[in-house]
């Protein structure tokens, strides 16, 4: 069996996806049409052998992020629950805090998701790897020019057998074209190296009561605390993806994340993008519009552009480049290629 685990992270984090996050939360924002984890859920969902599905993160569970995960276990028929730290914990100390969860049932491996990337996501490539060549830890990775890659986690593999040799997060020079995805799949004995973190950091940190233990302890960053550490020791792959991918940090990222991710609904999901129809509004590339929201037959909608829950189009309005949130209203003979926030 198998299980994932998606970092959702917490309301302090994404500050340069503010305003957009004040009004929904960041793992719930739109890109595409669906919530931008929804996209993680459908490839877990699509893995043989997925058994259950977690969220890791520090938001408090309220009422849309509940909706969501009833909708997404109704959708997929699998388990898909919510797990609160009680502090914000890392991308590493979450997967060490609810570990007994995680690996509850016995999985044989479980993948790891950051949830602010965008990728077509080749988890069952991946788990095919794994089988072939175990290892506790597998990264995904990409290639990025040099000046691109100074903005990610750098990868340096052996190119013969793929064993990450050493690995620099946010390197201030060159190190490698090979960048982490944020995507991963850990065997269970991957937790083992996240606990000695979590040792030497309460040995590191006790108080002076030694009966007093540092809280901190549990805040473990996987990519310096873990990949940099364990780089070169036979424990850490990369396994490497030709396939779409970016970050989501920001609108910007949010509009270029739902032009790819509409590209990728020709072959996924044809019966999301919308098509030219008499009588309805002229559609140029790919384009999705929510069942609820109304058009006029004069728009022009296109290329990619995302209509949301509830929208209205008036009549002559043209759209490029666009996601246009639930509930906004854009007045007769509008224009624009900019993201567009509800009203």
Partial sequence: MLKAVILIGGPQKGTRFRPLSFEVPKPLFPVAGVPMIQHHIEACAQVPGMQEILLIGFYQPDEPLTRF?????????????????????????????????????GPEAFFVLNADVCSDFPLSAMLAAHRHQPHPFLLLGT?????????????????????????????????????????????PEALKPLGDVFQRNQQNGRLEDSSVLWRGAGTIRLEQDVFSALAGQGQIYVHLNDGIWSQIKSAGSALYAS???????????????????????????????????????????????????????????????SIVLHGATLQAAASGSLLRCSS
């Fill in 259 to 321: 032009r790819l991710y509409l590209g990728q609904y020709q072959f996924t999901h044809p019966e999301r993008l919308a098509k030219h129809s008499p009588g309805g509004p002229r559609i140029r590339g790919n384009v999705y519009i929510h069942p609820t929201a109304k058009v006029a037959p004069s728009a022009v909608l296109g290329p990619n552009v995302s209509i949301g829950e509830g929208v209205t189009v008036g009549e002559g309005v043209r759209l490029r480049e």
């Fill in 143 to 187: 290639t990025a020019n040099r000046t691109q890659s100074l903005n990610y986690g750098c990868i340096v593999e052996n190119p013969q057998t793929h064993e990450v040799l050493h690995y620099v997060e946010k390197p201030s020079t060159f190190v490698s074209d090979i960048i982490n995805c944020g995507i991963y799949l850990f065997s």
């Fill in 69 to 105: 995960l009833e909708a997404a276990q109704q959708e997929f028929n699998l388990p898909v629950r919510y797990l609160q730290e009680f502090a914000p914990l890392g991308t590493g100390g979450g997967l060490y805090h609810f570990r007994d969860q995680i690996l509850a049932g």
